[in-house]
């Protein structure tokens, strides 16, 4: 029997207490963790990137509308559900902006749409090459809440997809700083002597290098590309945790209960990742956190900089890259709305991580 919804609002809302901050951005993660994983459910463009292009209404307003002549595609094929849900559908129309059109018999004659409002040759097409004889079976009104940007696409759209890059490059750079992390920490913490001199000495280097330098050498060495960025991410995270857990592990390995599973015969493994690893695992859990926020800045970062998620991939940093001019052009929502976006998640792992702090802290 699954658990509603509201049972597990109740259950958070009682672990955070009285920290109504730590709640909400327990809520914010959870909305931006569901509409990362149904993105293309949710956009109004669930085209592969949201890059369907309609460069004659580039850097539109936010609520624009225009009337839309959709030309099915010959090709026109749906994805299958599980496709579709993961990497978006292939565009199954033309679609063309136009201005105003008219039907005479079976021919279907449209004007392009202009910015400057000016009147282009009239196009005819015949419908009957599109299996029709209405023209308002080709004919859409298209509302573009947040406006196009500037190469014409649904920048609503783009930001949805946006969160799903976001919140995977967290989820999988912050997984693979633990995996690393956990694994080096409990070694140096656990059996000290050369192998701690030797962990600590890699801790110790990694961490005197800039993680932005280190994660654009780790890019420039692995190449450009979506899951090289999470590699790289992963790869420059891993040191905090690594001293958290060796630090937790020296303090509590002399502890009775660790002597007590010793005497009893059993294996080194056991003892770390059975007796020791659950007992120290608040203080990671809060780093976690914060490296999550970490990840997706660095990303943006990178993004921004152009050697982050390449083009057309839907990301907030290449977003604010390709519009920060518009700011003095009077259209700062371009690049403002996707860095509120950063900006929101962001602290909402920030806030989360202090909660968690809190709540974790026995002494408190």
Known sequence: MGVSDDTLIKASRRFFGLNIWGFVSFIIIGIAAIVSV?????????TTDANLMHLSIHSQQPGFTVTMLNLPLPDMTHSNSFSTLFFGDKAQYQEIPISHFSQTENKLTYHPFQIDG??????????????????????????????????????????????????????V??????????????????????????????????????????????????????????????????????????????????MPYVTAVRA??????????KHILPNIMAPVIVIAAANFASAILIESGLSFLGIGAQPPSASWGSMIKDHYNYIALGKAYLAVVPGICIMILVMAFMVLGSALRDRLDVRS
């Open 118 to 171: 000016g009147v282009p040759p009239p196009i005819t097409i015949e419908l009957s090459t599109y299996k029709t004889e209405n023209a308002n079976d080709l004919i859409s009104e298209r509302t573009f809440i947040l406006g196009t940007d500037t190469y014409g696409r649904d920048l609503l759209s783009r930001i949805i997809i946006g969160t799903r890059l976001s919140f995977s490059i967290g989820f």
């Open 38 to 46: 149904f993105a293309y459910l949710l956009a109004p463009d669930s």
């Open 264 to 273: 009893l015969g059993f294996t080194n493994f056991r003892i770390i990742t």
């Open 173 to 254: 750079a912050v997984l693979i700083s633990l995996i690393i992390g956990i694994l080096m920490g409990s070694l140096a913490g656990y059996f000290g002597g050369k192998v701690d001199v030797l962990i600590s000495w890699i801790i110790n280097v990694t961490w005197s290098i800039p993680t932005l330098l280190l994660v654009i050498a780790i890019t420039l060495a692995l190449g450009k590309g979506y899951w090289q960025v999470f590699i790289a991410v992963g790869l420059t995270m891993w040191v905090e945790v690594a001293r958290v857990v060796r630090g937790q592990i020296i303090s509590v390995k002399t």
